[in-house]
């Protein structure tokens, strides 16, 4: 049985895709390598949403030359928003590249892996689904325990047109799953041992039905341009799957929360008490070259409303330093923004100019080094804000739903913790003391008793610990969850 093996960059649509990579191939009789070098197919799933997510594809390409050479009939697949960006131009550029494949055609993959065994020539397939939208669904092996955590597309491509962003390229118009469909999935997630869900698209909540089946949100104006069926459907979710522990969402538009979502907010006890929501900039000059569609004043107008329905909501957002023509000033207004808003947690980017988009018209006329100065001032200040809020939370109970075993998310077991989990807010806690202790997937309380850079360390407490599960030798193993957490609080682009 040939064997292949998935390298993903970028975001959780990509780490998603991945998936959906994994059940197509395993379906099509492909077992998973133990890694790159015991594999025939190779695939990488790129990103280009950065200039940097782009060189590392090249990068990697270059060294895979070698790999090729080494074993007989292997295989280098390009999937991803760089395979859809470039598409046949890859395979002219780079020929160690067998099979170009856009997000839309993950399903021709093992077709494609076929023709290519029986002699074919190197090919690319990219074309985006819009007559007939597919959106994959995962399907756990029955047997298996579901991970804690699970992501389930509702929507793909995007319609906004901010000027830097290449996505309304590589993934195309926005195209929308029906809400039976969703709520389907969901359903048997949560009954096969999942408790949360992360609802994904480019714009999340620019949501509508395509079925048209769901009731008008309480709090939705039909006369609000911004208005979308995203509460409505959360609405549904909430009351068709009551199993489910929490339900999240990423990433939303600040146009699109609307007061039917903040609502929806106020009522809904699975909806976590944290919400990420990209700003990009705190200027309204540089808003409107983003073509952002909305102003400083209107994003704090709306995240307030919805922290004022929400007490303790947290924020967290995307922040673009050096945008074309951005003056001390303008940036001045973001990291202003960023303390009013009070956001705990940030991922920040440099200004790069992507193939495909509106900016190029303008000049990238901010130095490289003042980009990086920028940065790291805007990360200073974001770093203060998130430890001040962490250590605020010493001492209090939180509830932690635990993903999984420190070691094996990669977080080596912070001070001595085995379990960790994050709050509702998100943030992530270290459980201590809870080795002899079965937690995966349980949502537990703890008290907080330390705060790290970036984390939280927790014990147990006392009725926790007397309801938790001893832990049994052989117990069913989970499907190893391949989500890879945001390790970044803040990213330097
Ligand atoms: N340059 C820098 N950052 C970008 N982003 C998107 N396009 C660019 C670009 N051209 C950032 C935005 C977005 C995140 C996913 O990546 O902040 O929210």
Not at 65 to 90: S, Y
Not at 367 to 372: D, I, R, S
Request: net charge neutral; proline share 7%.
């Amino acid at each position: 049985m040939p064997r292949y093996s998935i390298t993903t960059f970028g975001c959780q649509m990509n780490v998603h895709d991945s998936e959906r990579m994994h059940d197509v191939l395993r379906r099509a009789g492909y077992t998973e390598a133990g890694g790159p070098d015991e594999a025939d197919v190779l695939v990488l799933n790129t990103c280009s949403v950065r200039e940097k997510a782009e060189q590392k594809l090249r990068s990697e390409v270059g060294r895979l030359a070698r790999w090729k050479r080494e074993g007989e009939g292997r295989v280098v697949v390009v999937a991803g928003c760089v395979a859809q960006q470039e598409g046949e131009r890859l395979l002219k550029q780079m020929r160690t590249i067998d099979v170009v494949v856009g997000p839309d055609n993950i399903p021709e993959l093992p077709g494609l892996l076929g023709d290519l065994a029986l002699g074919g020539l190197p090919v690319a397939r990219t074309v985006f689904d819009l007559d007939a939208p597919r959106f994959l669904v995962a399907s756990p092996p029955p047997a298996s325990r579901a991970a804690p955590t699970a992501f389930v597309t509702i929507m793909k491509g995007c319609d906004e047109r901010c000027s830097f962003c290449i996505v309304p390229h590589t993934r195309g118009p926005e195209r929308y799953r029906p809400s039976d469909e969703i709520v389907a999935e969901i359903a048997a997630l949560v009954s096969a041992g999942t408790r949360e869900v992360t609802l994904l698209g480019q714009t999340v909540n620019s949501y509508s039905d395509p079925l048209g089946a769901l009731p008008r949100a309480p709090g939705a104006s039909a006369d609000d341009p911004d208005e979308s069926e995203f509460a409505a459907l959360l609405r549904r979710v909430a009351a068709d799957v009551p199993g489910l522990a929490r339900l999240r969402y990423t990433s939303p538009h600040p146009r699109h929360l609307t007061p039917s979502l903040i609502l929806a907010h106020a009522e809904l006890a699975v909806l976590p008490r944290h919400v990420h929501l990209p700003v990009q900039s705190g200027s309204d000059r540089v808003l409107r070259r983003m073509i952002r569609r909305y102003t400083r004043a209107e994003y704090v107008a709306r995240t307030r409303a919805l922290v004022e329905a929400v007490p303790g909501l947290t924020l967290s957002t995307d922040i673009i330093v050096g945008f074309p023509g951005e003056t001390e000033d303008d940036f001045a207004a973001t990291l202003s923004l960023v303390r009013e808003v009070g956001f705990k947690g940030l991922f920040g980017f440099k200004y790069s100019r992507r193939p495909h988009t509106p900016a190029l018209k303008l000049p990238d006329d901010v130095p490289e080094g003042l980009k990086g100065e920028r940065l790291a001032r805007l990360f200073e200040a974001s770093e203060a804000l998130l430890a001040a809020h962490l250590s605020g939370l010493v001492g209090t109970t939180q509830e932690v739903l635990v993903e999984g075993r420190d070691k094996e998310r990669g977080h080596g077991g912070q001070g001595g913790a085995l379990w960790s989990g994050r709050t509702g807010r998100h943030e992530i806690a270290h459980i201590e003391g809870a080795a002899e202790l079965d937690l995966l997937g349980e949502v537990v309380e703890v008290s907080i008793a330390r705060a790290n850079k970036h984390s939280l360390q927790a014990e147990l407490t006392e009725a926790a610990r007397a309801a938790a599960r001893p832990r049994q030798r052989g117990a069913a193993e989970p499907r190893p969850a391949r989500r890879s957490l945001p390790v970044v609080a803040a990213e330097g682009g």
